[in-house]
C-alpha cells in the first residue's frame, strides 16, 4: 500500500518507521510536506530530531550529521521557492538531482562533509569541493 506524504511524515514524526525501510525518496518526501507545513526553522529542527532518533533506533547514532541534515533541507527548500510545485511527484521529477544522495558534493567536499565536527554542527560549504 502506498502512502502519500502527510501519512508519511506523520509516521515519521511518531517514529513508527523502521530505519531499515525509510530510503532515499522517503527522506525527499518528508523534507518536501515538512517544509509545506511548516516554515523553515520548524522544518529543520523537527526534521533533524526525526532523522537523529531514526539513527539512533538503529544502533548507528554516529551516522546523524547536522551538516547534511540542514544543507539538504535548505537545498529542497531553495528549490520549492524557487518553482513551487503543485505536488512532490512534480516536485521530484522537476528535481531529480536530488535523488543523488551526492548532491551535496557540489559545495562539500567528502573530508569536510564526513568529519566529526559536520556531525556536530552545521558547516558552511568549501566552494572548492
Given at each position: 500500500?502506498?502512502?502519500?506524504?502527510?501519512?508519511?511524515?506523520?509516521?515519521?514524526?511518531?517514529?513508527?518507521?523502521?530505519?531499515?525501510?525509510f530510503r532515499h525518496m522517503d527522506h525527499l518526501r518528508v523534507a518536501y510536506e515538512m517544509l509545506h507545513a511548516n516554515d523553515f526553522i520548524d522544518a529543520i529542527a523537527q526534521y533533524?530530531?526525526?532523522?537523529?532518533?531514526?539513527?539512533?533506533?538503529?544502533?548507528?547514532?554516529?551516522?546523524?550529521n547536522v551538516t547534511i541534515t540542514i544543507a539538504f533541507m535548505s537545498l529542497?527548500?531553495?528549490?520549492?521557492?524557487?518553482?513551487p510545485q503543485k505536488c512532490f511527484s512534480e516536485f521530484i521529477s522537476e528535481n531529480g538531482?536530488?535523488?543523488q544522495k551526492d548532491v551535496l558534493d557540489q559545495?562539500?567536499?567528502?573530508?569536510?562533509?564526513?568529519?566529526?565536527?559536520a556531525r556536530q554542527i552545521f558547516l558552511l560549504p568549501n566552494v572548492d569541493g
Open positions: 500500500m502506498s502512502m502519500d506524504e502527510k501519512q508519511l511524515t506523520t509516521l515519521f514524526l511518531a517514529q513508527k518507521i523502521e530505519p531499515s525501510e533533524a530530531k526525526g532523522i537523529r532518533s531514526m539513527a539512533s533506533r538503529a544502533g548507528a547514532p554516529a551516522k546523524f529542497v527548500a531553495e528549490r520549492i521557492h524557487i518553482a538531482d536530488l535523488l559545495w562539500y567536499g567528502q573530508d569536510r562533509l564526513q568529519s566529526d565536527v
